[in-house]
Structure formats: structure tokens, C-alpha cells
């Protein structure tokens, strides 16, 4: 039998991640539940005027499709996120970032429809800056529903740095571009003395 599979993760301090978020570092388990700590060289970055928006993606915000809410299902979005073939969100990040969500520093933007969550994504925010950190989708476009009305809301809301940690091709697509890491800790940083509102 496997030993891997009796591992219980380990726990993740609350107050020591979101000072690591405050230094641009954020925790990922390995393979084995033990936490690892990453501070990418280069960052992504989401610059919210780069945000690509296709034709069929207005098209489906357009007519209305999903019915967007925030914060309304915070860890169901983060169990949905985690049910995939490779994830790196386990119980002990779950609980962790459901208490920083209490705490008023963890959201989610979430897309319903009939009544059911379809799609949805979370993230951390400190002062003017969003850390992303997941997204999933079970129905077409949802989760970039979720990130269109989401940059929408950081604009208003006076967010100026939007993370996403590492670059993906699907990421890519939607306008996310990389930066050095002193860029990115020097605009944390700026990005830190600023208090926006969720």
C-alpha cells in the first residue's frame, strides 16, 4: 500500500501566509502535503487594460447568462477548483484560506445559474493588490465571466496589481503577461500602502 496515501497534510499558519503574500510569496504543498514556499522569477501579472475579452466572450456576458455573485460560496468554490486530476488545494488550504475569507481577506466571484454554481474563482487581496490563485469552470465561459466582473470590481475598487503567480497558455489568453520579480515586489509594495475595499 501506498504510505503517501495516510500523509496528512500539513497545517498552514494563517498569519505566516499572509505575511509571506506581503513579501510576494505564496505557499503550494508538494506531492506529499508538505508546504512549499514560491516567489516566481518572472511573476504573471494580469495588467487590467490587457485583459482580452473575445467576441464570443462579450457575447455571452452580454446575454446575461450566469448571474454573478461574490463571496456567497467561498469554500465551495475552492472545493470545485480542487476537484481535478492535479491539484494543489488540500484540506489544510482550504480551511486556511476559508478563515482568511472570514477574516476579510480571501474572495470569491462566483457564476450561478438554475441555482447551481457553474464556475467561479478565489484569491487573496492586501491592500491595492489581488493574488488569484484559482479558477474552475463546469459550464462555457463561466470562470472568465467570473474574471471579466472581477477586474471590473478591482478597477472601481482602486486595485492597482493583480496577480496570478505563473504564466499558463489559458492565462495567456486572456491578456496575463510576466515581469521581473524586483518589479513585482517593488509594485507590491506600492500596491500595499494603498486600502481599497473589497
Known amino acids: 500500500m501506498d504510505r503517501k496515501t495516510h500523509l496528512q497534510p500539513e497545517p498552514l499558519d494563517p498569519q505566516l501566509t499572509i505575511a509571506a503574500y506581503a513579501q510576494g510569496i505564496f505557499p503550494m504543498p508538494d506531492e506529499d502535503g508538505r508546504i512549499q514556499w514560491y516567489a516566481p522569477d518572472p511573476r504573471a501579472i494580469l495588467e487590467h487594460e490587457n485583459l482580452h475579452v473575445s467576441r464570443s466572450l462579450r457575447a455571452t456576458i452580454r446575454k446575461g447568462i450566469y448571474e454573478i455573485r461574490s463571496d456567497t460560496a467561498f469554500t465551495q468554490v475552492m ?93 495567456q489568453s486572456l491578456g496575463v503577461t510576466e515581469i521581473p520579480r524586483k518589479e513585482y515586489e517593488r509594485r507590491l509594495q506600492a500596491a500595499l500602502q494603498l486600502s481599497c475595499h473589497w
Open 79 to 171: 472545493r470545485c477548483c480542487a476537484m481535478r486530476e492535479e491539484t494543489w488545494i488540500n484540506e489544510a488550504f482550504i480551511q486556511t484560506y476559508t478563515l482568511l475569507h472570514r477574516l476579510g481577506l480571501a474572495h470569491s466571484v462566483e457564476a450561478w445559474k438554475d441555482g447551481t454554481l457553474v464556475g467561479g474563482l478565489y484569491g487573496v487581496t492586501l491592500g491595492g493588490a489581488f493574488m488569484g490563485e484559482s479558477m474552475f469552470s463546469h459550464a462555457t465561459d463561466a470562470s472568465k465571466v467570473c474574471l471579466v466582473a472581477l477586474v471590473e470590481h478591482l478597477k472601481r475598487q482602486g486595485f492597482v496589481l493583480h496577480d496570478t503567480q505563473f504564466l499558463t497558455p489559458h492565462l
